[in-house]
Structures are given as C-alpha cells and as structure tokens.
Nanobody, 117 residues
Framework: QVQLVESGGGLVQAGGSLRLSCAVSGLIFSTRSMAWYRQAPGKQRELVAG???????DYADSVKGRFTISRDNAKNTVNLQMNSLKPEDTAVYYC???????????WGQGTQVTVSS
C-alpha cells in the first residue's frame, strides 16, 4: 500500500520561503516520476512541478523560477523549495506520482500553504 505523507506547510508573508517534504513508502520510489500538485479553494488540483527518475524537472509557468523540486532516493522523499511566495500560491499541496507518466496513487492529506499579502 502506497503512503504519501506531506509536511512543511505553514503561514508565510508574501516574498517568503517554505520547503515542503513528502515521505513516500510502498512503491519502488527510485523508478517513479514524482510531482507536486496544489489545490486552491474552489479550483481544480493542478500539477506545479515534476521530477523524473533521472532527476529531470519541469514546472508550471506560474511557479517557474521560484519553485525547485528535488528528490532523495536514499530517503524516499520528494521536496519542494518555494521561494518568492505570492498570495496566489495559497493552496493545499500534495505529492504523488506524475500523472503525465504513470497512474496516480491514493492522495495523502496534503499540507496547507498560506501566503499573506
């Protein structure tokens, strides 16, 4: 059974930074493309950053240049460094496999990020 446990969210002022982490268990992590997603109130869940098993990354235009996704295959974790945060980044953030490359697993509880103006 796959488990995804996100952490690191919080309340931050605009311009600030947060680092999210996701602990993954129950799959062969090193072979999977992973991604971070977010869902703001009243909006659909969107993919914000992806990382392949080889470490190649890509980002949604809205976060490009501000967010950095990384992975640690020894620890089975995927991280999201978020800098220059904006109020529009406020959302619940989730990690999962990259839906563009493989099927999604069951969602974790997510971690709330709130950016105040």
């Amino acid at each position: 059974q796959v488990q995804l446990v996100e952490s690191g969210g919080g309340l931050v002022q605009a311009g600030g930074s947060l680092r999210l982490s996701c602990a993954v268990s129950g799959l062969i992590f090193s072979t999977r493309s992973m991604a971070w997603y977010r869902q703001a109130p009243g909006k659909q869940r969107e993919l914000v950053a992806g990382i392949t098993s080889d470490g190649e990354t890509d980002y949604a235009d809205s976060v490009k240049g501000r967010f950095t996704i990384s992975r640690d295959n020894a620890k089975n974790t995927v991280n999201l460094q978020m800098n220059s945060l904006k109020p529009e980044d406020t959302a619940v953030y989730y990690c999962n496999t990259d839906r563009r490359r493989t099927f999604l697993r069951s969602w974790g509880q997510g971690t709330q990020v709130t950016v105040s103006s």
